[in-house]
Nanobody
Framework: QVQLVESGGGLVQAGGSLRLSCAASGRTFNSYATAWFRQGPEKEREFVAN????????YYADAVKGRFTISRDNAKNTVHLQMNSLKPEDTAVYYCAVGNPVKANMALMRRYSYWGQGTQVTVSS
């Protein structure tokens, strides 16, 4: 069993930065890959980034590549998402999730077993 709690969301102007954190409890957290998803207003939830349990195997959605950076600290059971050059279209609730999807499936929600409650990110123009 893994419990996830996101934090770090807020209101920021376009071009600004935020750093999201996902704090996990549960001894098995370090054996899972961790992903960030987001769901904008009236949009479906979409994949943002994924990091393997060992900190490698990092993948990003095209929409955030070059602006967002995912990282993890297994000693602290935490995964971060550094978001730079934010745009209004990045406005969404951001969720972290853990699972062990193969590369071809990492953007599929159903491949993740545990989810946090989400943190709101709002980017003003």
């Amino acid at each position: 069993q893994v419990q996830l709690v996101e934090s770090g969301g807020g209101l920021v102007q376009a071009g600004g930065s935020l750093r999201l954190s996902c704090a996990a409890s549960g001894r098995t957290f370090n054996s899972y890959a961790t992903a960030w998803f987001r769901q904008g207003p009236e949009k479906e939830r979409e994949f943002v980034a994924n990091i393997g349990w060992h900190g490698g195997s990092i993948y990003y959605a095209d929409a955030v590549k070059g602006r967002f950076t995912i990282s993890r600290d297994n000693a602290k059971n935490t995964v971060h998402l550094q978001m730079n050059s934010l745009k209004p279209e990045d406005t969404a609730v951001y969720y972290c999730a853990v699972g062990n999807p193969v590369k071809a499936n990492m953007a599929l929600m159903r491949r993740y077993s545990y989810w946090g409650q989400g943190t709101q990110v709002t980017v003003s123009s």
